[in-house]
Protein backbone atom coordinates (compact mmCIF):
# COMPACT_ATOMS: atom_id res chain seq x y z
CA UNK A 1 0.00 0.00 0.00
CA UNK A 2 1.44 3.84 -0.43
CA UNK A 3 2.64 6.09 1.69
CA UNK A 4 0.25 8.54 2.78
CA UNK A 5 1.23 11.80 3.06
CA UNK A 6 0.21 14.70 5.70
CA UNK A 7 -2.94 16.67 4.83
CA UNK A 8 -1.66 18.46 7.66
CA UNK A 9 0.17 20.81 5.24
CA UNK A 10 0.26 24.32 5.91
CA UNK A 11 -0.35 27.24 3.29
CA UNK A 12 2.62 29.50 2.85
CA UNK A 13 2.62 32.49 3.04
CA UNK A 14 5.71 35.32 3.48
CA UNK A 15 5.70 38.96 3.57
CA UNK A 16 5.79 40.36 -0.08
CA UNK A 17 8.32 43.16 0.59
CA UNK A 18 10.83 39.76 1.93
CA UNK A 19 9.74 37.94 -1.46
CA UNK A 20 10.49 40.93 -3.45
CA UNK A 21 13.98 41.82 -1.86
CA UNK A 22 15.06 38.06 -2.24
CA UNK A 23 14.44 37.74 -5.69
CA UNK A 24 15.76 40.92 -7.18
CA UNK A 25 19.11 40.51 -5.28
CA UNK A 26 18.95 36.68 -6.64
CA UNK A 27 18.03 38.37 -10.29
CA UNK A 28 21.05 40.92 -10.02
CA UNK A 29 23.66 38.52 -8.99
CA UNK A 30 22.92 36.12 -11.73
CA UNK A 31 22.53 39.76 -14.37
CA UNK A 32 25.61 40.61 -13.05
CA UNK A 33 27.05 37.51 -13.84
CA UNK A 34 25.73 36.79 -17.23
CA UNK A 35 27.01 40.49 -18.04
CA UNK A 36 30.55 39.81 -17.21
CA UNK A 37 30.11 36.70 -19.13
CA UNK A 38 29.22 38.68 -22.04
CA UNK A 39 31.72 41.22 -21.24
CA UNK A 40 29.24 43.96 -21.04
CA UNK A 41 28.11 45.18 -17.90
CA UNK A 42 25.61 47.47 -19.21
CA UNK A 43 24.08 44.04 -19.95
CA UNK A 44 23.61 43.61 -16.16
CA UNK A 45 19.94 45.33 -16.03
CA UNK A 46 18.27 43.73 -18.75
CA UNK A 47 20.04 40.71 -17.70
CA UNK A 48 18.17 41.09 -14.29
CA UNK A 49 14.63 41.92 -15.87
CA UNK A 50 15.04 38.45 -17.52
CA UNK A 51 15.51 37.04 -14.38
CA UNK A 52 13.65 37.79 -12.61
CA UNK A 53 11.05 35.73 -14.90
CA UNK A 54 12.09 33.09 -13.20
CA UNK A 55 13.57 34.20 -9.55
CA UNK A 56 10.25 35.68 -9.20
CA UNK A 57 8.17 33.76 -11.60
CA UNK A 58 9.66 30.86 -10.17
CA UNK A 59 9.00 31.36 -6.69
CA UNK A 60 5.11 32.50 -7.28
CA UNK A 61 5.24 28.84 -9.51
CA UNK A 62 6.02 26.92 -6.08
CA UNK A 63 3.55 29.17 -4.12
CA UNK A 64 0.53 28.38 -6.08
CA UNK A 65 1.08 24.40 -6.17
CA UNK A 66 1.71 24.58 -2.51
CA UNK A 67 -1.56 26.72 -1.55
CA UNK A 68 -3.48 25.55 -4.77
CA UNK A 69 -2.35 22.51 -6.13
CA UNK A 70 -1.17 19.98 -3.87
CA UNK A 71 -4.67 19.36 -2.13
CA UNK A 72 -6.50 18.67 -5.15
CA UNK A 73 -3.58 15.72 -5.81
CA UNK A 74 -4.09 12.34 -4.02
CA UNK A 75 -1.95 12.34 -1.35
CA UNK A 76 0.52 9.20 -2.08
CA UNK A 77 3.88 10.40 -2.09
CA UNK A 78 4.58 9.05 -5.88
CA UNK A 79 1.08 11.64 -6.98
CA UNK A 80 2.77 14.52 -5.06
CA UNK A 81 5.77 14.34 -6.99
CA UNK A 82 4.62 14.17 -10.26
CA UNK A 83 2.27 16.52 -9.88
CA UNK A 84 5.29 19.14 -8.44
CA UNK A 85 7.32 18.18 -11.68
CA UNK A 86 4.71 18.59 -14.11
CA UNK A 87 3.81 21.71 -12.27
CA UNK A 88 7.38 23.10 -12.01
CA UNK A 89 7.92 21.97 -15.75
CA UNK A 90 4.54 23.57 -17.10
CA UNK A 91 5.09 26.82 -14.86
CA UNK A 92 8.59 27.24 -16.54
CA UNK A 93 7.48 26.95 -20.39
CA UNK A 94 5.27 29.55 -19.29
CA UNK A 95 8.12 31.57 -17.73
CA UNK A 96 10.30 30.99 -20.59
CA UNK A 97 7.32 32.55 -22.95
CA UNK A 98 6.71 36.14 -20.72
CA UNK A 99 10.62 36.33 -20.65
CA UNK A 100 11.11 35.22 -24.89
CA UNK A 101 8.54 37.78 -24.64
CA UNK A 102 10.37 40.73 -22.99
CA UNK A 103 13.64 39.58 -24.71
CA UNK A 104 11.76 40.45 -27.55
CA UNK A 105 10.39 43.81 -26.52
CA UNK A 106 14.35 45.08 -25.03
CA UNK A 107 16.18 43.76 -28.63
CA UNK A 108 13.56 43.00 -31.46
CA UNK A 109 14.99 39.48 -31.67
CA UNK A 110 12.54 37.41 -32.97
CA UNK A 111 11.49 34.65 -29.94
CA UNK A 112 12.27 30.78 -30.20
CA UNK A 113 8.80 29.71 -28.91
CA UNK A 114 9.16 26.01 -29.84
CA UNK A 115 12.10 25.97 -27.14
CA UNK A 116 9.56 26.11 -24.84
CA UNK A 117 10.45 23.19 -22.76
CA UNK A 118 13.88 24.61 -21.99
CA UNK A 119 12.35 26.83 -19.66
CA UNK A 120 10.49 23.78 -18.07
CA UNK A 121 13.40 22.23 -17.74
CA UNK A 122 15.60 25.14 -16.49
CA UNK A 123 12.42 26.20 -13.77
CA UNK A 124 12.57 22.23 -12.38
CA UNK A 125 16.56 22.62 -11.78
CA UNK A 126 16.02 25.93 -10.05
CA UNK A 127 13.80 24.19 -7.68
CA UNK A 128 15.64 21.20 -7.41
CA UNK A 129 18.72 23.04 -6.27
CA UNK A 130 16.55 25.44 -3.88
CA UNK A 131 15.22 22.11 -2.40
CA UNK A 132 18.30 21.66 -1.60
CA UNK A 133 18.75 24.23 -0.02
CA UNK A 134 16.22 23.76 1.84
CA UNK A 135 16.79 20.63 2.86
CA UNK A 136 20.54 21.73 4.25
CA UNK A 137 19.02 24.29 6.16
CA UNK A 138 16.04 21.34 7.97
CA UNK A 139 13.06 23.36 6.24
CA UNK A 140 10.28 21.93 4.59
CA UNK A 141 10.99 20.69 1.48
CA UNK A 142 10.26 18.87 -1.80
CA UNK A 143 12.96 15.74 -0.91
CA UNK A 144 10.86 14.91 2.31
CA UNK A 145 7.97 15.57 1.26
CA UNK A 146 7.04 17.81 4.34
CA UNK A 147 7.06 21.23 2.19
Given at each position: ????L???????HE??W?????????????????????????L??P????????????????V?????????????????????????F???????????????L??G???????????????????????????????????????
Amino acid sequence: MPAELTDQWVRFHEPFWRTLLRNVLIAVVVGAILAVCRGNLSLVGPFTLLAMWFTLGGHYVEVVFLNRVRYRLPKTRASQVLGRLSFWFLGGCVLYLGMSATMRLLTGTSARYRDLWIGGILLMGIEAVVHIVGLLRRKQNFYLGTG
